[in-house]
């Protein structure tokens, strides 16, 4: 038996700086530590400050999901406050929510998937050839389309929003906007002509409607024999060339799934507050843990610090959570190793675990029996993970399967607007409170939990998907969900673990790009330089 | 053949997202077009671990020279001067700064937080950010020091904004790359003012309402009419940016959707420090002078030129222009 030690530092197209060191036994990983490596504390800086001065800031954690984080930074007001909020500005809040989601499938698919997919080391399979000239980055004929097209449907946000990213335009009460008919028929146009185009036209070969006639594995599997054009569609492709080298078989974790849902009802949640959360949701919340459902309580929430760089050790509820950064030099001494707490979930008779947030924590609950006639109500990835069990593979499909989905919701939420109605009404303003926002972005659920003193912020915590995902150790020494994701997966090449990058991009722990770091017109000098960088 | 280095410190990557959304030039075109070579990018380059240093360590050495380093984010000095709140490839981010700045052609801040620090910086500043060349609030020093200049022999040549729209960037990038450094001037702030000197109310579409100092009863619904700058804090008259002169996203400004302008290309961003009664409300002295004054106007004249618009203020300037 031969183990070796890895340390990559650092693993890039995440959002943030991750850093991975995993132990390799004989060619596969056997234990990995996930390591965040910068702090900037924008939860301490909120201490004292006005109670609206989260939706400045928590944008601005990440660029990617700004959008995400002002819709839950918006709710946890909104309950805090005890507002009314008209069901046109639900609307448009869901519009943009969804918006910038759709915007990030493809964007993610193309530029953080699928370079990893053209690695030189898969060069003798042999759909390779295919595969690169779809998938190469920047040179791929999808890869140029599937990216230059991901630019519209934020065209819509930006009519609603003024801009993206960075809008602070949802506020306690509604929104800033009154969109006028033109803006409608505008964003309306955009998201058809994206649908057509990319959705329909490149990545599944047929209609939204044909796809989303599928509910099994084998109905997918149909699908992709059934005719030349879904034969030949990206995702065809994609599902063929991921069974061929591998991605089915790795990249597991542990199969218990947290999401806290998103896309309140306009009509159910005119009167937000924390305890008629879960009815009001269309996209639903809830856990999934030892092959069991539960209902999702943010009350069974903690982080834990003990091997994170902050005072102490322990975990504790967000409403009561402390944010102390200690050198890591220091921390180091202490067993600490990364910037972000573990989050952990309290599940009735199971205890506190560490649960995978995202899509495939999402498409689970969609499964949910029991669901209400407006709730998401679909039983395709569950039944994918019954089949094939959890893994890159499945991770990716959960993905791309809610961009055909969110598609159709922001259509009927721009044909249900009512542009004679109210968008927004003037809340008043207690001085004291507490309040629990969330949503989901595209890589999973995001939270804010805000206590609210004398007009100010007392204590405001964020829990992002990132933190869920790649959180460490807690105090029992449970490992972090990607940390267990790693666990399994074959290493070919130390010096360019590309496996290590298709686990941690399956996360869509983020970022994007249209152009990589290389030089190449072709997709020849493009393969030499893959070697050579590789 | 233009050689690209882009670094994030304490950052959102905002703006590398923004900058995925230029148009043009796109992302694209500045390779196809303008013989871009980005040699790395911490989210947009495959490369991780050993063979990511090998690409970029040179730099830091001097056995490569990079002809254009992009730097996105604060540099993070916490704790006690050390930079270990923001390690890199095993080193704090601030090291390599030290390293590659001085050895670059030209150093770009891209945003906010890498101009002036931005807001990691605000009170109480918990990871020490500042900007490469300067604070918050706008006094020159920074990271870099005051008298830093890069191997062109130019100061950081700072994109503020939060995020900087991708045209700015893409713009000044093609600009650098094409030998246009000696055209670019910059203002007081080291901000090119080919696009920084015109104000954010330029082009704004509630501007007739200004000129009557008509202010909207309440947001959202009453959206439809109304300058923002007199009661809901719109720092439009007072920011430099080109925000209605070259919309975000192809589509719109944030005035223009009824959202405040925050003044984020300012080093004073976010104002009031986002203390108690400053978000989204406009400071007011006597409870009727504001604090701020639109660009180059002193509380007299304010208030006299107010007075007159308001007397003179058609019936049109009342009623709804943005209709459905």
């Not at chain 1, 779809?134 to 609603?160: C, K, N, W």
């Not at chain 1, 760089?309 to 402390?322: D, I, K, N």
């Not at chain 2, 009661?231 to 940016?241: D, I, K, L, N, V």
Request: net charge negative.
């Amino acid at each position: 038996m031969t183990t070796m030690e890895l340390n990559v530092s650092p693993l890039g197209q995440v959002e943030g700086d991750l850093d991975v060191r995993v132990q390799i036994t004989d060619g596969v990983v056997s234990d990995a530590w996930t390591e965040a490596a910068m702090f900037r504390g924008f939860e301490i800086i909120l201490k004292g400050k006005d109670p609206q001065a989260g939706l400045i800031m928590t944008p601005r954690i990440c660029g990617i999901c700004g959008g995400s984080h002002l819709y839950k930074a918006c709710y946890a007001l909104d309950t805090a406050w005890g507002t009314y909020v008209p069901p046109n500005a639900t609307r448009v809040r869901n519009i943009a929510q969804a918006s910038e989601t759709i915007q990030s499938i493809p964007r993610w698919f193309y530029a953080i998937m699928g370079p990893d997919l053209t690695a030189a080391q898969y060069s003798s399979f042999p759909s390779y050839e295919e595969v690169a000239r779809r998938f190469a980055p920047y040179v791929g004929t999808s890869y140029q389309t599937g990216v230059t097209l991901s630019q519209h449907p934020v065209e819509i946000y930006a009519i609603f929003g003024g801009q993206w990213p960075h809008s602070s335009f949802m506020i306690p009460g509604g929104v800033m906007c009154a969109p006028t008919l033109s803006d409608v028929t505008r964003s309306t146009s955009i998201l058809e002509n994206w649908g057509r185009q990319w959705l329909e036209g490149q990545w599944l070969g047929c209609s939204v409607d044909r796809w989303l006639e599928n509910k099994t594995w084998s109905d997918i599997q149909a699908w992709m024999t059934e005719n030349e054009s879904q034969a030949n569609s990206d995702l065809a492709v994609f599902i063929r060339w991921a069974q061929e080298i591998g991605l089915d078989t790795y990249g597991q974790g542990y199969g218990n799934f947290l999401a806290t849902g998103t896309f309140l009802n306009p009509d159910l949640y005119t009167n937000p507050t924390v305890d008629g959360r879960n009815a009001a949701l269309q996209s639903r919340s809830g856990i999934y843990a030892n092959g069991q459902y539960y209902d999702f309580d943010q009350m069974r929430v903690t982080e834990d610090v003990t091997h994170a760089y902050y005072e102490g050790t322990g975990s504790r509820h967000p409403w009561e959570g402390v944010t102390e950064p200690i050198d890591p030099a220091e921390g180091a001494k202490q067993g600490k190793y990364t910037w972000a707490k573990a989050p952990r979930y309290d599940v009735p008779d199971i205890g506190y675990v560490p649960l995978e947030v995202g899509p495939l924590a999402r498409q689970m609950m969609a499964a949910r029996p029991d669901a209400a006639d407006f709730q998401d109500s679909d039983p395709l990835i569950k039944n994918l993970i019954d089949e094939l069990g959890p893994s890159v593979m499945t991770r990716v499909l959960a993905r791309m399967h809610e961009a055909p989905k969110y598609f159709r919701n922001v259509q009927r939420w721009l044909k249900e607007l009512d542009l004679h109605g109210e968008f927004y009404v003037k809340p008043t303003e207690p001085s004291s409170g507490k309040g629990f926002g969330a949503t989901e972005a595209a890589r999973g659920a995001l939270c804010d939990w805000i206590v609210l003193e004398d007009g100010k912020i007392a204590n405001y915590q964020v829990i992002t998907p990132t933190g869920w995902n790649i959180g460490p150790r807690d105090a029992n020494d449970n490992i972090g969900p990607m940390e267990k994701s790693f666990i399994g997966t074959p290493i070919e090449n130390p010096d360019f673990p590309v496996e290590l990058g298709q686990v941690a991009h399956s996360f869509d722990s983020c970022l994007v790009c249209t152009v990589h770091a290389y030089d190449g017109k072709t997709g020849k000098q493009l393969s030499k330089f893959r070697m050579g960088g590789g | 053949m233009t050689s690209v280095l882009w670094f994030q410190g304490g950052a959102c990557s905002g703006n590398t997202m923004s900058f995925i959304n230029a148009a043009e030039p796109s992302v694209v075109d500045l390779i196809v077009d303008f013989g871009l070579e980005i040699v790395y990018h911490p989210t947009l380059s495959m490369e991780i671990g050993k063979a990511a240093q090998d690409i970029f360590t040179p730099y830091a050495t001097g056995e490569k020279e990079i002809d254009i380093f992009v730097y996105e984010g604060s540099v993070i000095e916490a704790p006690s001067g050390s930079g270990r709140f923001n390690m890199f490839a095993g080193r704090p981010m601030k090291d390599w700064v030290d390293d590659i700045a001085p050895k670059a052609g030209i150093v770009v801040a891209i945003g906010d937080c890498a101009t002036y620090g931005g807001l990691p910086a605000v009170p109480p500043n918990p990871s020490n950010s500042r900007g490469l060349q300067f604070d918050r609030g706008g006094k020159r020093g920074g990271y870099l020091g005051p008298d830093f200049v890069s191997k062109a022999g130019l100061p950081v040549v700072n994109i503020p904004g939060c995020p900087a729209h991708p045209d700015w960037i893409s713009q000044i990038i093609v600009a650098l790359a094409a030998g246009r450094a000696a055209d670019l001037a910059l203002d007081e702030f080291q901000r090119p003012k080919t696009f920084f000197t015109s104000f954010t109310q330029t082009g704004c579409t509630r501007v007739q309402f200004y000129t009557y100092k008509q202010d909207p009863p309440s947001f959202g619904q009453g959206m439809r009419t109304g300058c923002l700058f007199y009661e809901f804090g719109c720092r439009g008259p007072m920011t430099h940016s080109p925000c209605n002169r070259i919309l975000w996203n192809r589509q719109s400004s944030k005035t223009r959707a009824g959202h405040p302008c925050t003044g984020c290309t300012e080093p004073g961003f976010p104002f009031g420090d986002l203390e108690k009664g400053t978000v989204f409300k406009t400071q007011k002295v006597a409870g009727v002078i504001p604090k701020d004054e639109p660009a180059g106007m002193d509380s007299g004249s304010y208030m006299a030129l107010a007075g007159l618009s308001r007397a003179v203020a058609p019936k049109w300037s009342k009623e709804d222009m943005f209709v459905v």
